[in-house]
């Protein structure tokens, strides 16, 4: 069985940092990439960072420079580390892996509040 389980979400104020992990049992990470989407309230999901199986990553342009997107192989997990957050960082964040990106985590809440 497939599982994508997510931790790491909370409430932080602005500036503060968390870091996402996405721990995949079903299959090996090695073979793919991981991509995290979030869902702002009321707004559509969107992706915002990606790492490759090959560890080529990528931003969205809100998001560069602050995001970090990792693999841990032996973990078998992906990592999304987050500096510098804003307001307009709040949103459910999901991982996504797997052939075809078929698979995704159940969601983490993230609250960026002063």
């Known amino acids: 069985q497939v599982l994508l389980e997510e931790s790491g979400g909370g409430s932080v104020q602005p500036g503060g940092s968390l870091t996402l992990s996405c721990l995949i049992t079903g299959f090996g990470l090695r073979w793919y990439g991981v991509n995290w989407y979030r869902q702002p309230p009321g707004r559509e999901r969107e992706l915002v960072a990606s790492i490759t199986s090959g560890d080529v990553d990528r931003y969205a342009d809100s998001v560069k420079g602050r995001f970090t997107a990792s693999r841990d192989l032996p973990k078998n997990t992906g990592f999304l580390q987050m500096k510098n957050l804003t307001l307009e960082d709040t949103a459910i964040y999901y991982c996504?892996?797997?052939?075809?990106?078929?698979?995704w985590g159940q969601g983490t809440q993230v609250t960026v509040s002063s």
């Open positions: 996504n892996s797997g052939a075809g990106d078929h698979y």
